[in-house]
């Protein structure tokens, strides 16, 4: 039974046009991630939720903005995407503020046309 | 940048073999997880190890840790066509709020 599941698992947008990916979970996990992967690169991470607390990292462009309207979703909006937004989007969560292992989901493949 | 450094980079063994893959981090951690991603999917977790542990086991799979030097490595044992993938270790950092960052990864091809 899938645990972390995000919609779509592929996504078209043109240039420009605002995007949201999806991330639902089952598991009641109280930390959630948003992560940016793309080739033969490791997974960058974008921001997390520690409960309804937000975390942005540093270098995570303006363009990317997230919610999290409860424990169980998540979103990632992408403003205006650029063509050095396609990547791998991946979804992960984790239990006791990150103290136990961290289960994903199958990613989002964006492509920006 | 808190991302760790993984060593090498890529690893080719025939079945049957060792794979070792080294990590290190940079600041003090509460635990350090090791994850396996085949090509275009998700990550699978495969070993979490504490701060206050310095060797784990499940399987095939040998895992350690020296906080001391801020390095850990992953040992695969017997190796199989299977194990051919891409290995990330992944740190949390106390008191950033569960933040998981990974390192850079080897790329590990087993060949039969």
Partial sequence: ?113 | SQQGEEDPQALSIQEGENATMNCSYKTSINNLQWYRQNSGRGLVHLILIRSNEREKHSGRLRVTLDTSKKSSSLLITASRAADTASYFCATVYYNQGGKLIFGQGTELSVKP
């Fill in chain 1, 1 to 113: 039974d899938a645990m972390v599941i995000q919609n779509p698992r592929y996504q078209v947008t043109q240039f420009g046009k605002p995007v949201t990916l999806s991330c639902s979970q089952t598991l009641n996990h109280n930390v959630m991630y948003w992560y940016q992967q793309k080739s033969s690169q490791a997974p960058k991470l974008l921001f997390h939720y520690y409960d309804k607390d937000f975390n942005n990292e540093a270098d995570t462009p303006d363009n990317f903005q997230s919610r999290r309207p409860n424990t169980s979703f998540c979103f990632l909006d992408i403003r205006s995407p650029g063509l050095g937004d396609a990547a791998m989007y991946l979804c992960a969560t984790s239990r006791d503020g990150g103290t136990a292992e961290a289960f994903f989901g199958q990613g989002t493949r964006l492509t920006v046309v």
